[in-house]
């Protein structure tokens, strides 16, 4: 916590309905600290505080870097989401939001549903990620796919000087809820398209309906293709996948793409250009946020700004040209610049009265 600057990490425990969660705070310089809940069966305590303090500072960078006015935070719960859900689970979880006082803005992640955000409404207000119907945005796949493809189109304008896709060969790897809606975009758009999922249904889906190349899920890596398009796991660019790779550009909306930065390096010492992933799949975080911003949810502006991931992601490479550095660390100085310029205005503000 000390090395990477944390501001506090909350236990849970709620004997009762059975709760345990962790509430990771790195960073409220730019606003309250925001990030969604994950439930997931964590083999220890300690892994689950661990992956809550990973995530949660990656969405102080992810914020940051978007232009975003909020701060980083994460929320995980240690169970299985399939049979340790509940209501007076969620409820509870919700109370120890309420009681951060908007030190902490919880949403949807994996594990966890819109319905669920809605029970935990019930609680406390601090909840970003809902249904229309509760004033939210309602599904948010869409944007953050929309905004990974804008910024894969970035790149192939940086490599080719042109950002149009069409005739563009994209290896898609996950056809999930923000694959699929990504796959509708890059067919739209004249890309031809090879994909891989886990899921054969899925598969054949796309199939049927686009008319793609399937191939197994470990073939995905080693397809001559332009750009290799990562929208399932993290950790994928690794020892393993990186000589496989034929694409010069990866780009796409998986969270944690590099397994370590020194990947990162790699990529960048083979020529290959990389969409950073928190920048490329940051979407759907500012589709979902434009609700806590004056005059609430306006659908409009909030399309608006995640197009502006195009323009975000030509600034990262403009700053890993001006400074020689790779692309994910152009990412890092990008959003710490952002953060060190506003936090130091608010140092200087003067103190505000109470009304």
Not at 64 to 71: D, Q, Y
Not at 234 to 262: C, H, W
Not at 293 to 307: D, I, L, S, T
């Amino acid at each position: 916590m000390r090395r990477y600057d944390y501001k506090k990490v909350v236990m849970c425990n709620d004997s009762q309905s059975g709760l345990r969660a962790i509430i990771a705070i790195h960073s409220t310089h730019l606003g309250p600290a925001t990030g969604g809940l994950r439930m997931w069966p964590y083999a220890t305590d300690e892994e689950a505080i661990f992956d809550a303090l990973r995530l949660s500072r990656g969405m102080t960078y992810k914020y940051a870097a978007a232009g975003v006015n909020l701060g980083g935070g994460k929320a995980v719960i240690i169970g299985d989401p399939k049979k340790d859900k509940s209501e007076a689970l969620l409820r509870a979880f919700g109370r120890f939001v309420d009681q951060l006082g908007g030190e902490y803005i919880t949403g949807e992640d994996v594990g966890t549903t819109l319905a669920d955000m809605e029970m935990i409404f019930t609680e406390t207000n601090h909840v970003v990620t809902l249904p229309k119907h509760c004033g939210g945005a309602g599904d948010i796949s869409p944007a953050t796919a929309l905004g990974a493809v804008v910024a894969t189109k970035a790149c192939a304008k940086h490599v080719w000087g042109t950002d149009s896709l069409k005739g563009r060969t994209i290896a898609l790897q996950g056809l999930g809820a923000v694959g699929h809606n990504a796959l509708r975009l890059l067919a739209e758009d004249g890309a031809k398209l090879i994909v891989a999922d886990i899921d054969q249904q899925k598969v054949d889906h796309a199939i049927a309906k686009y008319g793609v190349k399937a191939v197994d899920p470990k073939d995905i890596y080693k397809q001559d293709v332009d750009i290799f398009a990562p929208y399932a796991l993290g950790a994928v660019i690794n020892d393993e996948t990186l000589p496989q790779l034929k694409a010069k550009v990866v780009a796409g909306a998986a969270n944690n793409i590099l397994a370590e930065e020194r990947h990162g390096d790699e990529l960048e010492r083979r020529g290959i250009v990389y969409a950073v992933d928190y920048v490329a799949n940051s979407g759907g975080t500012i589709f979902d946020t434009d609700r806590l911003r004056k005059g609430g949810f306006q659908e409009e502006r909030a399309w608006a700004n995640v197009r502006k991931i195009y323009e975000r992601t030509e600034e990262v490479f403009r700053l890993a040209e001006r400074d020689h550095i790779p692309y994910y660390a152009a990412a890092d100085r990008l959003a710490e610049e952002r953060i060190a310029a506003l936090k130091s205005v608010r140092l200087l503000e003067p103190a505000r009265l109470p009304h």
